[in-house]
Each structure stands twice: as C-alpha cells, then as structure tokens.
C-alpha cells in the first residue's frame, strides 16, 4: 500500500445540471468505469450515484474525493420527481465541491433566460441560477461546459464570457467532451481532475484506499437494468418502470456464479407485454446487456433471472416508491 501523505486531503463532489448534460458519462470517465448507467433519456440517473475517487502525487495517496452523481434537475411535482429533486439538492448541502454540468448547445437557451431573469419553460434556468447566486456557503462552484465538439468555438468563447458575467462567483469555467474520456487528451476530463484535486479540504480518508463505488452489488445490477430499458425501448415504457433486487446469492464455493433474481415493477399490463416481448425475447435481451455490463464493471459473471410485474401507480405511491428504495419526498 502506497504511503499517505501527511496532509491527506477529502471533500464530497456534487455534479448537477439537466437531464443529459452528461454528468454521469463524466463520473465514468474520471473513474475509468463505465459504472452509472447512461442512455440519452432523462431519468435513467433517478438516485444519488457515488463514485470514490483516489489521488496520488509522485506514487503517495495525496487524497480523495467522494463524487454524488445527481438525477437531472425535475421540478415537476409528481413523487417519484419530488424524491429525485431531493437528492440533488441532498447532495448541493452536503457538498465541498458543486459542479454544474451544462451542455454547451442548451446553456445558450438556458443562458438567455436566466440573463432576462426569465424561469424559462421548465423553470430550471431560474432554479440554477438562484442556487448558483446564493451559494455563500465554503463550498466552491465549477462550471463545466461538456459537449463542447457540438459547438464551434466562434460560439464557445462569447459563451464563457457570458458565464463568467452572470456569475462572477463561479469559481471556475472548464470546457470538455467527456463521451471521450480521460484518456483522449482533447477531451480535457483531465482539467476536472486537477480542479478536483486542487480545491479538496484538509481531512482524512473516509473509505478504504482499495473501494471505489459506495454502490452494492444489489444497487449495481438495478442501476444496470434500468440502462438496459432505457437504452432498448422508447416513448413512455422506460419512465414507468422501476427494479428491485429480491435476492442476490452468493455461494460459498466461489466458482458457482452469484444468483440474482430481480423485479421489474411496470405500471400497467400493456406495459408488461412490451417488456417482456413476444416469446419473451426482449426481457431476455435485457438480461443479456445486464450480465454483460454487469461482468465488464466487476469482472464476476451472474446468473440473472428476470421477472415483471404490474403495479399501478407505482410512481404515485410513498409505500410502493419507499419499497424501491426511494426517500419519501415532504
């Protein structure tokens, strides 16, 4: 084990912004695990992912940082988007460190909003940028503009500018394309990291220099599920669907794969029909991409066992969303 440094440095990161700004493809790739599921549809991040970042300087662990992935920011009132809201603004208190990921293209409409002191459609330029102005408290924000090979750099450049005048008291302002991860110099994920690394407090490490996920395994395969429908069916099946781990088996002789077994909750039986596809063909595809992200992300093969079953309103109910695991929102 590598020594630790004497000023040992640990803070909690917070990313928020819009559904798909890309704030989980910038966790995977500060990690080098494609671990928090994406898919290019709002809601596939609908609970705090959390990610454990280690830092070394010249081979001494130096530090490391605690990074809440967030849903995307949803003011509608429905429960299930109350209790997703929740945990973004869980994870701003808490944090040392908030990172606002915008994509490049749509920060120039959210942008004019909040310039005209307009709420915008979905009042979410105006809840951005009173948390943005009122953050007085030591924690710094970081503006990151991700997408950025979407936008050219005539509009990149005016577009910083713009930031910086609307909010003097970012700390920072760092353009990347994170879809290419850390090891694409272009992509600057690296500048994210340095920025990290350079504003964490003083404080001693709170997990283990070997962990890098707080998710359990249980966690893991729900989240991968819920990529796997995301990814695979459109309109309205995805955001009325929900997982549960009912049992994860372990066997004491190693070589036996784990048993899993999970429920996918759908709100109504046409719902069911989709999911389960004729002769069952689509739940087994959805099996299959999650054994097989499931095996790249931890290197263990699962037996995985799919079932489906209706609950209507599930969305709408405390007792059935505090039964997947959500917190009930006031």
């Not at 630790?4 to 989980?24: C, D, I, L, Q, T």
């Not at 920011?73 to 869980?90: D, F, K, P, W, Y």
């Not at 093969?301 to 929102?329: C, M, P, Q, Y």
């Amino acid at each position: 084990m590598p020594e630790v440094k004497e000023e040992f440095k640990f803070g909690r990161v917070a990313f928020f912004g819009r559904p798909n700004a890309g704030k989980s493809t910038l966790l995977n790739a500060l990690m080098n695990v494609d671990f928090s599921a994406t898919s290019n549809r709002p809601q596939t991040t609908r609970q705090n992912i959390k990610g454990i970042l280690q830092h070394y300087k010249d081979g001494i662990w130096s530090g490391q940082s605690l990074i809440l992935d967030t849903p995307g920011i949803n003011l509608q009132r429905g429960l299930l988007e109350r209790s997703m809201h929740n945990q973004v603004q869980e994870a701003l208190d808490q944090a040392d460190l908030c990172f606002w990921i915008a994509d490049s293209k749509s920060l120039q409409r959210d942008m004019a909003d909040i310039e005209l002191d307009r709420g915008g459609a979905d009042k979410i330029p105006y809840w951005i940028a009173e948390n943005v102005k009122k953050a007085r408290r030591a924690s710094k924000w970081i503006l990151i503009l991700n997408k950025i090979d979407r936008v050219g750099k005539p509009d990149l450049l005016p577009l910083i500018e713009r930031c910086q005048t609307v909010f003097p008291d970012i700390s920072d302002i760092i353009p990347i394309s994170a879809i290419h991860g850390k090891d694409y110099a272009r992509s600057n994920v690296d500048a994210v990291q340095k920025v990290i690394e350079a504003n964490l407090p003083v404080g001693s490490p709170e997990f283990p220099e070997e962990m890098w996920t707080e998710l359990t395994e249980r966690k893991l395969v729900e989240n991968l599920i819920r990529e796997a429908i995301f990814q695979m069916f459109y309109k309205e099946v995805p955001y009325k669907t929900e997982c549960q781990v009912i049992q994860f088996l372990e066997h004491e002789n190693k070589k036996l794969k784990p048993e899993v077994a999970a429920m996918i909750w759908v709100a109504t039986p046409s719902l069911k029909r989709i999911l389960v596809g004729a002769q069952g063909q689509k739940i087994k595809e959805i099996g299959i991409f999650a054994r097989k992200r499931y095996e790249e992300i931890t290197g263990q093969e699962i037996i995985l066992k799919l079932l489906v079953k209706v609950v209507n309103g599930w969305d709408r109910s405390t007792k059935h969303l505090e039964e997947l695991g959500f917190t009930a929102a006031p």
